[in-house]
Nanobody, 116 residues
Framework: VQVVESGGGLVQPGGSLRLSCAAS????????MSWYRQAPGKERELVAS????????NYADSVKGRFTISRDNAKNTVYLGMNSLKPEDTAVYFC??????????WGQGTQVTVSS
């Protein structure tokens, strides 16, 4: 099983980034996918999630209207589009694949830094 995030980096406030998460080793289209983030000194928090078929999404209040989660089951990839980035969005962003309490996989994370 592999879950690999990419696309993080340094961006100025108000800028945009698109994170990608490539998955392999499990039936991707049967798993709900989520993005979490963890800022220094804070607990990991759910940012956005998407159902296995991509027909249902939900977002943390702090990112609603700015972030968009999407998935391409043909490419075994989930994306997080991030617009109007703020310094408080600075964190390590993690991708999660979830089927049940046992079939739950995490990536290593990608750093997003929003700073001028």
């Amino acid at each position: 099983v592999q879950v690999v995030e990419s696309g993080g980096g340094l961006v100025q406030p108000g800028g945009s980034l698109r994170l990608s998460c490539a998955a392999s080793g499990f039936p991707f289209s049967s798993y709900a996918m989520s993005w979490y983030r963890q800022a220094p000194g804070k607990e990991r928090e759910l940012v956005a999630s998407i159902s296995s078929r991509g027909d249902s999404t939900n977002y943390a209040d702090s990112v609603k209207g700015r972030f968009t989660i999407s998935r391409d089951n043909a490419k075994n990839t989930v994306y997080l589009g991030m617009n109007s980035l703020k310094p408080e969005d600075t964190a390590v962003y993690f991708c999660n694949a979830h089927r049940d309490s046992i079939r739950d996989y995490w990536g290593q994370g990608t750093q997003v830094t929003v700073s001028s």
